[in-house]
């Protein structure tokens, strides 16, 4: 599967942003989705992830209460909610697909990775 991330910008404190992932071929549904944050000069986290199944989503504490997630498999995309923006959440994010995942908070469980876009959040 290959993915495609859009969405980023540049948003406010306090502002919102939503970010989607689109993916290509006919087992999207089949896929665990990931939202993972690079920032400058720290290493790639965890931001949160949906099941194949819908059934489990993971968050990092971060992001909790803040940025939710959730598919659409008839359009194959899976998207990022993201709101009461901070500094800290300024970053690359990238999206990432795990066959029959359960939603892992690793990076080494998603076999496939999309190209990443920049959100910067800024006064």
């Known amino acids: 599967v290959q993915l495609q991330a859009s969405g980023g910008g540049l948003v406010q404190i306090g502002g919102s942003l939503r970010l989607s992932c689109a993916a290509s071929g006919r087992l999207f549904s089949r896929y665990a989705m990931g939202w993972f944050r690079q920032a400058p000069g720290k290493e790639r986290e965890f931001v949160l992830a949906?099941?194949?199944?819908?059934?489990?989503?993971n968050y990092a504490d971060s992001v909790k209460g803040r940025f939710t997630i959730s598919r659409d498999n008839a359009k194959n995309t899976v998207y990022l909610q993201m709101n009461s923006l901070k500094p800290e959440d300024t970053a690359v994010y990238y999206c990432a697909a795990d066959l029959y995942g359960s939603g892992s908070m690793s990076k080494g469980g998603y076999q496939h990775w999309g190209q990443g876009t920049l959100v910067t959040v800024s006064s």
């Open positions: 949906i099941a194949w199944s819908g059934a489990t989503t």
